[in-house]
T-cell receptor, first 116, second 112 residues
Framework: AQSVTQPDIHITVSEGASLELRCNYSYGATPYLFWYVQSPGQGLQLLLKYFSGDTLVQGIKGFEAEFKRSQSSFNLRKPSVHWSDAAEYFCAVGGVPQPNDYKLSFGAGTTVTVRA | DAGITQSPRYKITETGRQVTLMCHQTWSHSYMFWYRQDLGHGLRLIYYSAAADITDKGEVPDGYVVSRSKTENFPLTLESATRSQTSVYFC???????????FGQGTRLTVV
């Protein structure tokens, strides 16, 4: 069974400081991994995704994530946080979409608060 | 407009009533999903569908019914609403070319 664990429910970070959000996954085959962001009252927007190739993936809004197969992790990072990064962040795992295996499973989310 | 739209955006209903949440996508994506979002639980999968007339149960399907007679529509019905079904519901779609899921804006459902 596929699953995602986001160990940190809530993180508070100062504006300009670095941010790292943790994600651990369980998936039987080669996974697709995703990070989504949800601003208050909004839908989910894709930040970045990984399937193969370079294990360091660049996304939108200055975010990056690193895939570590040995640790089953896909942690999200940003070197310098802006107040607009305050949101909820979700990690997700799934396979190559095909009729017998196409669902995405999400973690419980990490809420990021940015203080001035 | 192109994209994935949910209606209504907000709904208040009474316990025991049937309510249907609508989801429509314009991309002809094969795969569609319904999730519910609750504090502390993230997004939990209710039902998903690989194509018209093909649906599967997710993690929390009890009390919900889905249908998919057309590729672009994937309505979710609460047969007899309960207070525990108060939540924010998200519809999403995905295909084999664009591997990520695209989400609607959500429906906030309150059962009183």
């Amino acid at each position: 069974a596929q699953s995602v664990t986001q160990p940190d429910i809530h993180i508070t970070v100062s504006e300009g400081a670095s941010l790292e959000l943790r994600c651990n996954y369980s998936y039987g085959a080669t996974p697709y991994l995703f990070w989504y962001v949800q601003s208050p009252g909004q839908g989910l927007q894709l930040l970045l995704k990984y399937f193969s190739g370079d294990t360091l993936v660049q996304g939108i809004k200055g975010f990056e994530a690193e895939f570590k197969r040995s640790q089953s992790s896909f942690n999200l990072r940003k070197p310098s946080v802006h107040w607009s990064d305050a949101a909820e962040y979700f990690c997700a795992v799934g396979g190559v979409p095909q009729p017998n295996d196409y669902k995405l499973s999400f973690g419980a989310g990490t809420t990021v608060t940015v203080r001035a | 407009d192109a994209g994935i739209t949910q209606s209504p955006r907000y709904k208040i209903t009474e316990t025991g009533r049937q309510v249907t949440l609508m989801c429509h996508q314009t991309w002809s994506h094969s795969y569609m999903f319904w999730y519910r979002q609750d504090l502390g639980h993230g997004l939990r999968l209710i039902y998903y569908s690989a194509a018209a007339d093909i649906t599967d149960k997710g993690e929390v399907p009890d009390g919900y019914v889905v249908s998919r007679s057309k590729t672009e529509n994937f309505p979710l019905t609460l047969e007899s609403a309960t207070r525990s079904q108060t939540s924010v519901y998200f519809c999403a779609s995905r295909d084999s070319l664009n591997t990520e899921a695209f989400f609607g804006q959500g429906t906030r459902l309150t059962v009183v």
